[in-house]
């Protein structure tokens, strides 16, 4: 059975920058999606970025765009979030998901799998 395990929240300053990792354990396929989503206090949880690993399909959520980026190591199926530019509105917590599918989406229903999330505080 396939887990992600996030890492890497905390607490910055705006304008600074994080990094978050996701590692999938236990996977028997190459063919799926990871990704991040955010949930705020009281809000819907929201996609941020998405990539398959065949690297046909990507998402990247507008709000992000030109501040989010990922990166990846293939061997050690571990994703990376660089968070750029962080402004308060950004802080959240930060789930990693997964599934076994060829294209990436931005809503959290197409994900079966879930990590246990990570803060992410951004002071103003």
């Known amino acids: 059975q396939v887990q992600v395990v996030e890492s890497g929240g905390g607490l910055v300053q705006a304008g600074g920058s994080l990094r978050l990792s996701c590692r999938a354990f236990g996977l028997t396929s190459d063919d799926y999606v990871m990704g991040w989503f955010r949930q705020a206090p009281g809000k819907e949880r929201e996609g941020v970025v998405c990539?398959?690993?065949?690297?046909?399909?990507?998402y990247y959520a507008d709000l992000v765009k030109g501040r989010f980026t990922i990166s990846r190591d293939n061997y050690k199926n571990t994703l990376y979030l660089h968070m750029n530019s962080l402004q308060p509105e950004d802080t959240a917590m930060y789930y990693c998901?997964?599934?076994?599918?060829?294209?990436?989406?931005?809503?959290?229903?197409?994900?079966?799998?879930w990590g246990q999330g990570t803060q992410v505080t951004v002071s103003a």
């Open positions: 990539i398959a690993w065949s690297g046909i399909s990507q």
């Open positions: 998901a997964f599934d076994y599918t060829h294209r990436c989406s931005g809503n959290h229903r197409d994900f079966g799998i």
